[in-house]
């Protein structure tokens, strides 16, 4: 997605955090910005993340341009306080934070993040978008890209996931959105199940199971971007989270945030561990 904005928008300019291979956000259309090589548009900003997210508010601020940076999630924790300046400025920068959670596997507690997703999400003026598959992902990008006064962090997985039946980039504006409901024969399911990324492929087939097993109606919600639906209408909200219907939702992060939302929050309240990601899930 991201190489697709770059061929076609000029002002498209970034890097990642000595993260190349593993963000895969090298630009095909264009090669390294270097002394020989001043037309390029790809930047190798080093071990350096909070340096990387403050030249990226610079060049916004100089105008012309349209950063991005990028490194793994946890590591946004370094430079926390340039994308601060960046939401209080109005400085659209994209930060795309890769390997977003304990599905990372083998590198471990220091590389998996549990406390950032809440971090990210308590400062005013920043979209936090976790897709889950390549339709959110797309959508995501766009609404990144039209709000070129707000700061957008894409908060994507290391590992593979499958295209989930029903998701849809023109739904990401509204933050969130029914997905599927299973055995529910009004607008009032008896579970309703939120997740985001990675997890709500889990999250349906787990719905799929209880629906079928239990006999009972479940809905299935895609929440990838919690402030675009803090902007939609109670009424609509009230079409996704039915007054009345429990809510529980699932998400390999802290759970603390979701009690806005869940009665019950799944999450991980700890720090991860060192193993496949199938045995960390």
Known sequence: ??????FNMD?????????????????????DFQKDTPQGRYLRFGVREHAMA???NGMFAHGGFRPYCATFLTFIGYALGAVRVSALSGFGVLYIMTHDSI??????????PIEMLESLRATPNLLVFRPADGNETVGSYVIAMQRSKTPSVLSLSRQATPTIDNTSADKVAF??????????????????????????????????????????G???????????????????????????????????ST?????????????????????PSNQCY
């Open 255 to 275: 759970p603390h945030g979701w009690k806005k939302y869940a009665h019950v929050p799944f999450g991980v309240d700890s720090f991860g561990v060192s193993a």
């Open 175 to 216: 933050g969130a959105y029914v997905l599927d409901d299973f055995n529910v024969n009004t607008n009032k399911p008896v579970l309703v199940l939120v997740s985001t990324g990675t997890e709500l492929a889990l999250t349906v087939e787990l719905a799929k199971q209880l629906s079928k097993e239990d006999n009972i």
């Open 103 to 112: 599905g990372l596997g083998e590198d471990g507690p220091t590389h998996q």
């Open 54 to 56: 403050a030249i990226c």
């Open 1 to 6: 997605v991201l190489n697709s904005l770059a």
């Open 218 to 252: 479940i809905r299935v919600v895609s929440m990838p971007c919690w402030e675009l639906f803090e902007e939609q209408s109670l009424s609509y909200q009230l079409e996704v989270f039915p007054d009345g219907s429990p809510i529980m939702s699932i998400e390999a």
């Open 11 to 31: 002002e498209i300019f970034g890097g990642s955090a000595d993260l190349t291979g593993s963000n895969l956000t090298a630009l095909k259309c264009s090669g």
